[in-house]
């Protein structure tokens, strides 16, 4: 099966982020396997494999970015990574680090890892997933580690991923030693999920509840009614919160989008964030979509909302007031 993908930050007003899914299906050692080519791996030494916007600021943005990829095949041979070294490749990703860069960062330095992100394709199967993820999230890991000690000069940092990016966000959380924890200024699992299993691997995930809370994780998925959800991304998520007003209740909050009036309140119940009043019909996730769930429009609807919130928290984490 082939998806495309339109680039955030490309392609004119096309919605962004048509971004995949994701998720994170626990490895089993002795689930099927299909014979894989993985590319080469990259090389956080090497600048060629980041994408770094330096504004000489006091907090940096880590950004892992969705899933851009597609199955492709290279001499005959099909592949399911993204490669990092090929141009093609690094373009698709490359245009997602570029638009969220440019909705999100504001003053903030940004950091963006090129990584052997799984295709699209991989998630059809449990037993595919469970295969090529660890790849994936070794690379995060990898490249997350290259920053702390090369690139981060000890600032305070956000983390932030979409989708695929989300997972390796959680995975970052769960393996956050103590000491870098105290720098995080907080962590945006931006359409994917927090679980009990999530929970119970470390301390370092706290919900947020407030706009401003440090050292939080701000989680959230869109959909129009609960009915609309993609099990694959909410189901058994344990945290939430309205990424307009920044509250864990129920009560709405509206703003303009494009052309409609949109309002969001969060379902408590069900943890999901519900958008009344989107008029277009574009935002359907390949694959797994669900009319009336709002997944590729993760960011875009709320980007004004996450760019002030990330600059707020960092200026609290930069000024943290007198108690």
Known sequence: ??????????????????????????????????????????????????????????????????????????????????????????????????GVDRLLSGDLNFYSPYYRQCTMETFTADSL?????????????????????????????????????????????????????????????????VTDDDLAATTHIRAAHDSADLGVTICFNSVRTPDCAIQLLSEGNRMAINPVNWRTDSKPATWIFRNDTLTAALDTASRLNCVDGYSRNDYMLPLIGVEGNYHCLEILFYAPFLQRNMALRASEMANPKQQ
Not at 67 to 93: I, K, M, W
Not at 131 to 145: G, L, S, T
Not at 163 to 186: F, H, T, Y
């Open 129 to 193: 997933v469970a295969q090529r993820i660890p790849v994936a999230m070794e690379d995060v890991r990898r490249a997350f580690d290259y920053y702390l000690q090369h690139l981060n000069d000890g600032r305070p940092f956000i983390l932030a991923g979409f989708s695929q990016g989300a997972v390796g966000v959680v995975e970052l959380l769960k393996n956050l030693s103590d000491k870098a924890a105290q720098r995080m200024v907080a962590a945006y699992v931006i359409g994917w999920k």
């Open 1 to 98: 099966m082939k998806f495309h993908l339109p680039l955030l930050g490309v392609h004119g007003s096309t919605p962004l982020l048509w971004g995949l899914l994701l998720m994170l299906v626990a490895c089993r050692q002795n689930a099927p396997t299909d014979t894989v080519a993985v590319p080469t791996t990259p090389d956080y030494a090497d600048s060629s494999q980041w994408y770094v916007v330096d504004r000489s600021a006091a907090v940096d943005i880590f950004y892992i970015v969705s899933t851009e990829t597609s199955d492709y095949s290279l001499e005959g041979v099909a592949q399911h990574f993204s490669d990092t070294y090929n141009d093609s490749l690094r373009a698709l990703l490359k245009g997602e680090m570029v």
